[in-house]
């Protein structure tokens, strides 16, 4: 390390800490304090409003199956990759990564155009099976499991390939088949990685906006999320609910943070 | 025998790892399979254990053909260089892992776990993870694990290469005590020699993929097969056209000796309680001489002094010419 001196590491600091404070600090002070600017008032105008009520129950449904989802395929997609060579890995690794880098937007309007029940690729099949999938949960679940499909693979894949095979390769010569190697090797070596992406993933699921807002259909009382109840109060002149419903999102992904992070130095110091 | 291989060829891509090995290891026996890098050595333990499949060739196990075996079923203890603990688990619960697998009563487990860790003297460590523990104490726990499950055979892969040279000759004297107390088949995988010379009651040497030779430390060492075995087993030097071992090679102030050659001694080192000693002949050979300290200092050899040459009655050597070579290389 370079070792600086002082004023230069003050400036650096005061720098780092103004960059954060102006970014995220500052105007997420401001949501907290117009949420309570008149005490608790706007809460309870939201929460007597049925429809918000609905809003944050489909949005947690919503966000637990795509956790649910994106954690056992994002495991079982961290395994296939680090573990295995076979052709188009690399391929597989890049199209993981995709939902990064495209609009959620884009991402609603491509599961529109393969399964809306109409003109869909595949969207007429399963609506004459009696499933429908565009404008109901399981649309909407895709679209939570499309955004946040690299947040639990990129947790787990360093942390698997820092590990290395060795402890499974000793638990299969003690006569553990594939399942025991993978219960009680491999996934007690990982967890920790996969707490953390199932963070993210939450996280990142009860905020999604985009792809939501498209493929739900936005059906007040229905089919509309949290995050887009937050979006309709403020466009009908009602920011104070508004605030109050961003300010439990906000709660619920803080809380989240905090508890892995109380959870996490009991285990590195036992 | 106890493990009887034929055949056995294995190739990564263009690299040829085995080809054709045939070889049987005896019964209860701790053998050593000795070579450089890369020579597949490990290759062929890994076949034997499982974790590798051999592209064509048998793999036989007390009798029974193994090829085909998968490796949890074929019962065999492996020891890996790294150790391949069980991080999250305590030093009990790593050697009973292979008990615990095959859903023994608990009282049976508790027992076992017990005696394996009394056994590699780890008893007091019992509920301390292996992050607490030295790499030696890593190692030691990793046997008892492998032990833990009665395996027909134990292999070792460099089960000392990642530990400092102090614990490692510990660890080798060890092992060889416990292989008399507890006498399961043991095969080892080193790319010391001295190692292998020491502990080991035959070695294997494997090179590029062949077996080069297969004896007993003092069958190799005296009657090596072939230059490339004599060449790995210690060091080597040549004394007009023989090449011997430098240790083998007498020093004397006189020409009293039958076949001396007169050289002048240009480089001389003292290393402990020996002496290395470059002696140039007057062909403009350079030999290398290892003599004991207490030796040298009798004699009162110098850089420049003119002294006679003679390998010692009995000493092993082999000609230098490629072309006197014995057939096997």
Known sequence: MVELPTPAKWALRLIAVAYVFLLVGWPMITLVQNAFADGLASFQAAFSDPDVVHAMIVTIEISLWA????????????????????????????????PMSVSPVVI???LLLVYNGRTGWFGPTLEAHGIQVIFNSPGMIMATCFVALPLVVREVVPVLTEIGDDQEQAATSLGANAFQTLRRITLPAIKWAVVYGVVLTLARSLGEFGALKIVSGNLTGQTQTAPLVVEQKYNNFAQGEAYAVSFILVLISVLCIVVVSLLRPKESSS | M?????????RFGDFVALDDVNVSLPTGQLTALLGPSGGGKSTLLRIIAGLERADTGTITIEGVDATRTAPQKRNVGFVFQHYAVFKHMTVAKNVAFGLEIRNRPKAEIADRVDELLKLVHLSQFAHRLPSQLSGGQRQRMALARALAIQPKVLLLDEPFGALDAKVRKELREWLRRLHDEVPVTTVFVTHDQEEALEVADEIVVINEGRIEQVGTPDQLYDEPANDFVMDFLGEVTQLGTVRLRPHDIEIALNPDLAGSTAADILRLTRVGFEVRLVAGTEDGQEVSVVTTRTHARALGLEEGMRVWITPTSGATAVPAMKSLLSPAS
Request: cysteine-free; overall charge positive.
């Open chain 2, 2 to 10: 106890s493990i009887d291989i034929s055949h056995v060829n294995k």
């Open chain 1, 67 to 98: 956790v649910a989802i994106n954690t056992v395929f994002g495991v079982g997609m961290a395994l296939l990759l680090v573990r295995y060579e076979f052709p188009g890995k690399r391929a597989l690794s890049a199209l993981i990564d995709l």
């Open chain 1, 108 to 110: 609603g309007l491509a």
